[in-house]
């Protein structure tokens, strides 16, 4: 077990990693190849100016495993058995960049206009592309604000097992929460010292009121309970139209009637099928019953 020191918020600059150098070049038949697995995998659509991107973030995996070229390791990962690589690869291909309180007028809409309705009844929220769980914390954290430590919970989920370990861990640069609200810093977080400096970790507390789950949004939930909140930002912009619409069918189960379902405002659901109603950009809601 980590040995941590903890206390209150700090501005600390965590020092950002050098990335690492290209060993081998990336062919275009290997970038489409790569471009293929993480589609069927996942719906993502890597576009072609990507491919430097994937280039980089494989050179590390190609070193440890000794390979000399990407298409020994695509051969590797094709072949039965490889399963725990396949996830690793999945893990390397997703964008996972976030910080705390990206968007802050969503969670100002859910302190004014959402909570209040829920003071005293159950609330269910689903950070339905959670990363490293910046953004179920800062739900937490808005949650806390609005209703207090009472009836709620917040279900995360990712494709990526590797970002979900680092949300389970709910350690941080502090770098990632500049935009949150100083108070809250103080409230919801605490400060490391010593050997934790620069770090901030999230209140016990509020952390047990999370679950992170693996989820591929192309399949439906394996959850009994729908939702009162769903949130599902900047991953659209990922897929392509079809894959947006199978995303939605299956998001759309798990949204209770009168839910909402709020995307990023980057995003849209024009040209898709839905009875999902728009209640202002970004924000949708399903009708009751």
């Not at 050997?195 to 789950?213: H, Y």
């Not at 659209?236 to 379902?261: E, H």
Request: net charge positive; glycine share 4%; hydrophobic share 40%.
């Amino acid at each position: 077990m980590l040995s941590l020191n903890f206390a209150s918020h700090a501005n600390d600059t965590p020092v950002e990693r050098t990335s690492i150098a290209e060993v081998v070049p990336l062919e275009e038949a290997e970038f489409e190849r790569f471009r293929r697995f993480i589609y069927e995998r996942a719906g993502i659509s890597l576009a072609p100016h990507k491919r430097q991107m994937v280039s980089a973030r494989l050179q590390r995996r190609l070193r440890d495993l000794g390979l000399r070229s990407f298409t020994a390791y695509l051969e590797r990962v094709s072949e039965p058995g490889h399963d725990l690589e396949r996830q690793h690869l999945v893990d390397l291909l997703t964008t996972n960049e976030t910080y705390f309180y990206r968007e802050p007028a969503h969670f100002d809409f859910l302190l004014q206009q959402v909570l209040p309705s829920y003071r005293g009844r159950p609330l269910r929220v689903w950070s339905a592309a959670c990363s490293s769980g910046e953004e179920v914390y800062t739900l937490a954290m808005t949650l806390a604000e609005g209703l207090g430590m009472e009836q709620w919970e917040i279900l995360g989920t990712d494709i990526s097992s590797r970002v979900l370990d680092q949300a389970r861990r709910a350690l941080y640069p502090l770098e990632r929460a500049k935009h949150l609200p100083r108070a809250w810093l103080s409230k919801y977080c605490l400060k490391g010292v010593r050997a934790q400096a620069g770090n901030l970790l999230i209140d016990p507390k509020l952390k047990a009121r999370v679950r992170l789950v693996q989820h591929n949004l192309m399949q439906p939930l394996k959850e009994t309970a729908s939702f009162e909140l769903v949130f599902l930002r900047n991953v659209l912009i990922y897929f392509d139209s079809p894959t947006k619409q199978r995303v939605l069918n299956a998001l759309s189960q798990s949204i209770a009637p009168g839910g909402y379902l709020v995307i990023s405002h980057v995003e849209s659901l024009q040209g898709l099928r839905t009875d999902l109603q728009m209640v202002r950009p970004s924000v949708f809601r399903k009708p009751r019953r």
